[in-house]
T-cell receptor
Framework: ETGVTQSPTHLIKTRGQQVTLRCSSQ?????VSWYQQALGQGPQFIFQ???????GRGNFPPRFSGLQFPNYSSELNVNALELDDSALYLC?????????????FGPGTRLTVL | AQSVTQLDSQVPVFEEAPVELRCNYS??????LFWYVQYPNQGLQLLLK??????LVKGINGFEAEFNKSQTSFHLRKPSVHISDTAEYFC??????????????FGKGTKLSVKP
């Protein structure tokens, strides 16, 4: 069984640029959530996708957007990057019908904004 | 809104000693509770979870946690730690009836440092 994978592992961008991060969910999981983990902090919920639609969103501005594809993989897009966007971005998948909200995390993408 | 407080940002302990990492959450309504571990430069791995039933939950790597509804706590314990337990530990809560489809709300983490 393949776990959650994310690409790229590291990324360096400059302020104002745009970035796309990718996530492949664990086999059999149809729900993907994205989290931002700033240095020294716990992960913060960005949004969740289910059946290719946004299914809940945390306190992040609209320049954070996403997609989910028919194979349940997902993308996180961030426009107009700011220095404070530097963080580890974690993707997590779950079987929506589980009812337990248990989420399985990928290794993350570390984004550095200069 | 739910919140999670991890009372200790860092916990140093000697190898083979017992350890307790403390976690309190804000709401007394029914919640699901989780402990995750994060090793350096890695993602999060689930240690254990409380959904319902017995208040003492056993997880992987010898960890266990006790759910205390009256104190809104979910402290993590291990009777004897190893060097390999050195990592950051996160307590998380989700609201099974939450409008945001049960997203996880994390504490700020506790760094466990096990010394020989």
């Amino acid at each position: 069984e393949t776990g959650v994978t994310q690409s790229p592992t590291h990324l360096i961008k400059t302020r104002g640029q745009q970035v796309t991060l990718r996530c492949s969910s664990q086999s059999g999981h149809n729900t993907v959530s994205w989290y931002q983990q700033a240095l020294g902090q716990g992960p913060q919920f960005i949004f969740q996708y289910y059946r290719e639609e946004e299914n809940g969103r945390g306190n992040f501005p609209p320049r954070f957007s996403g997609l989910q594809f028919p194979n349940y993989s997902s993308e996180l897009n961030v426009n107009a990057l700011e220095l404070d966007d530097s963080a580890l971005y974690l993707c997590a998948s779950s079987p929506y019908t589980s009812g337990s909200n248990e989420q399985f995390f990928g290794p993350g993408t570390r984004l550095t904004v200069l | 809104a739910q919140s999670v407080t991890q009372l200790d940002s860092q916990v140093p302990v000697f190898e083979e000693a017992p350890v307790e990492l403390r976690c309190n959450y804000s709401s007394s309504v029914s919640v699901y509770l989780f402990w995750y571990v994060q090793y350096p430069n890695q993602g999060l791995q689930l240690l254990l979870k409380y959904l319902s039933g017995s208040t003492l939950v056993k997880g992987i790597n010898g960890f266990e946690a006790e759910f205390n509804k009256s104190q809104t706590s979910f402290h993590l314990r291990k009777p004897s730690v190893h060097i390999s337990d050195t990592a950051e530990y996160f307590c998380a809560v989700s609201d099974p009836y939450g409008g945001s489809q049960g997203n996880l709300i994390f504490g700020k983490g506790t760094k466990l440092s096990v010394k020989p």
